[in-house]
């Protein structure tokens, strides 16, 4: 009997282990970033060079409300990151960079999860109207596997959101730019996300996405689903970035902003017939389809069934179920 005893107080306790490791997903450390100096670090950045090398556990760092002015690197072996902000509109990381390698936020490890946070890239704002160019500025850029981001913001002017490499999800995130916003070689959905079209510099037209998929056999693009387009000046949904650029809005609400043609071929004119753009049951007065181009795709509900499903067109290998806390999708 006490050999049993024994024992059970042995599993029960290498049980606690297995689960305090990680491995099911659950947070092990959390470590706060205050400006006033009342937390574990004063920077974010500081607070990520803490993380191990090779990190297998989920770890959080804990944003409190302030705004950092600091460019943030998330390297390759710094996995297992949920970065959480104290408020999505009041904790602002934000940068003055130009040029696609100066974000304000670079992503580069896997298992990375972002909550309530504003990332926002500086320089365009700074400019005057006028004879002033605007600059490629990105707020973040994406470039690894398995990243959601979760009631964030990006905001800048051209290529804010440099959705770059990898399998993402964007949920109830805010998204503001003028040029390109939204752009890259990812395989990405969008859901419930606000877009907004900024028509600052006294810019005329704007173009929401740039998407690059490569080739027919290329899995990547970018799928919006029960999004909302607003802006103050008109915009095309997207325009082909590569010969075979993908990009899908489904149950979108579209404002009038919307220019009636809906897409550019941009450098692809004569050549449509590999580009895959697509408008399912969206509303709003700028999602009138009377005026649109003639090579917009019809997409079979298969095919509606299989980019609109997070589970078959993001999540294939379950990535999203080992996040450290559930996802819902309703």
């Given amino acids: 009997m006490k050999l049993i005893t024994l024992r059970s107080v042995a599993f029960y306790f290498f049980l606690c282990l297995a689960v305090s490791s990680g491995r099911d997903g659950g947070i092990v450390k959390t470590v706060v970033v205050d400006q006033s100096g009342h937390g574990d670090f004063r920077t974010v950045q500081s607070a990520i060079d803490s993380v191990p090398s090779g990190n297998r556990d989920w770890i959080k760092i804990f944003i409190k409300i302030g705004v950092y002015n600091e460019m943030v690197v998330i390297p390759r072996d710094k996995q297992r990151i949920v970065m959480e902000g104290e408020d999505q509109w009041k904790t602002i990381i934000q940068y003055n960079g130009v040029g696609t390698n100066r974000p304000t936020f670079r992503l580069s490890a896997e298992y990375f999860v972002g909550v309530g946070i504003t990332f926002k890239n500086t320089y365009n704002k700074l400019l005057l109207v006028g004879d002033k160019i605007m600059q490629v500025a ?24 440099a959705d770059a490499r990898g399998r993402h999800l964007f949920q109830h995130c805010y998204i503001e730019g003028a040029v390109d916003f939204i752009w890259g070689f990812a395989q990405s959905m969008y859901q419930g996300c606000e877009i907004n ?27 919006f689903v029960q ?19 993908r990009v899908v809005f489904y149950k979108t609400t579209m404002s009038d902003i919307i220019v009636p043609l809906g897409w550019d071929a941009w450098t692809f004119n004569g050549r449509e017939g590999t580009i895959t753009y697509a408008e399912v049951e969206c509303g709003g007065a700028g999602a009138n389809m009377e005026g649109r181009v003639k090579w917009e795709k019809t997409l079979s509900p298969q095919q509606i069934d299989f980019l609109t499903n997070p589970h078959t067109f993001i999540d294939q290998d379950g990535w999203i179920q080992n996040l450290p806390f559930p996802i819902s999708f309703s």
Avoid: H, M, W
């Fill in 138 to 161: 990105p707020a973040a850029l994406i470039e690894s596997d398995k990243v959601a981001f979760l009631r964030c913001g990006f905001i800048s002017l051209q290529d804010t959101l």
């Fill in 197 to 223: 079209v900024s028509g600052e510099l006294g810019r005329t037209v704007g173009f929401i996405t740039a998407q690059g998929r490569e080739t027919e056999k290329d899995t990547s693009g970018f799928v």
């Fill in 227 to 245: 999004c909302n387009i607003f802006g103050n000046t008109k915009a095309f949904l997207g325009r082909a970035y590569r010969q075979y650029s």
